[in-house]
């Protein structure tokens, strides 16, 4: 990130009002230079049976066997989408998987309010077992498959891993999750109307949706990141979940702080020049992979 970047992206805000995130969107929508010319793109493969339920996969030519990197995006579980007409994101993610020798896959997933808790991990599970009978086809391992959510899509990766009961025989059915600004406990979260469109408005089941520890009880591997200039509530939730993760296992969580970044910058950024996020996760699934 450059320094005007950074300092425009200060100036944004933490808050998620409509001009932060044009701006952010506007910020890194030109700084992108477009998918690669031998990026192979695969549309809207239906891995279940809601409308909602697509994927984009991304793949080079020639690859083989290779980690499949999975993009789960964001909007506060009432919106969002794999992709947009009018902005690169989120191609941006699944062609910088392409270049980097991985299959990209970007998904949509059902929303609230018509469809609740726990219809995000339901849909992970679902995904998990498409690619699992389908990836090879495109040059993925269903040995090594990432799931990376973003915010809501956090939210859903993480309710995927820390809830068992979502697992296929076989466990999980994937090598490890990355989570970028994550909510853990609904519990303790700043009560908002998102929350109560997929959670509902039952404050006492919310401590049963959390994730925090099952991720703490994971033997799936995990990362997670915070921004700088993240909204307050998810740098609440990760000051507490980071307190009780050293409380139960002596030990600091992988929880990475990317400095001059907002909630929506990091993902945006994946394919712009510099991209902060993008050695992080190539060293994370390397890691996984050896």
């Not at 339920?53 to 080079?60: P, V």
């Not at 700043?190 to 033997?219: M, R, T, V, W």
Request: net charge negative; glycine share 10%; charged share 20%.
């Amino acid at each position: 990130m450059t320094p005007d970047i950074r300092k425009q992206i200060r100036a944004l805000g933490c808050n998620l009002t409509p001009d932060m995130m044009k701006g952010t969107q506007r910020i890194f929508a030109a700084s992108y230079g477009g998918c690669a010319a031998d990026t192979v793109i695969s549309r809207d493969h239906q891995y279940g049976s809601d409308e909602r339920h697509r994927l984009d996969i991304f793949h080079k030519a020639d690859t083989r066997d290779a980690p499949v990197l999975v993009y789960v995006h964001g909007g506060g579980f009432v919106m969002g989408d794999k992709r947009s007409d009018d902005w690169p994101f989120y191609d941006n993610v699944g062609d910088f998987a392409a270049r980097h020798g991985m299959v990209g896959v970007t998904v949509t997933y059902r929303l609230a309010p018509a469809h609740r808790w726990p219809s995000g991990p339901e849909d992970m599970a679902s995904i998990v077992t498409w690619l699992h009978e389908n990836i090879a086809e495109f040059g993925g391992d269903p040995a090594r498959i990432f799931l990376m959510g973003q915010s809501a899509g956090a939210v859903h990766v993480a309710s995927y891993l820390a809830h068992s009961c979502f697992h296929g025989t076989g466990g999980a059915g994937i090598a490890g999750a990355l989570l970028l600004s994550c909510i853990y406990d609904i519990a303790n979260a700043d009560a908002n109307a998102f929350h109560q469109a997929y959670f509902g408005e039952d404050e006492a089941a919310y401590p049963a949706c959390s994730s925090a520890q099952g991720l703490i009880e994971s033997s799936v591997p995990w990362m997670a990141s915070l921004a700088e200039f993240d909204v307050p509530d998810f740098q609440k939730q990760a000051g507490h979940f980071v307190s009780r993760h050293v409380e139960q296992t002596g030990r600091y969580p992988p929880i990475h702080y990317l400095s001059g970044h907002n909630h929506l910058s990091p993902a945006l950024e994946i394919g712009s020049p510099g991209a902060t996020l993008e050695p992080v996760i190539l060293d994370f699934i390397a890691s996984q992979t050896v």
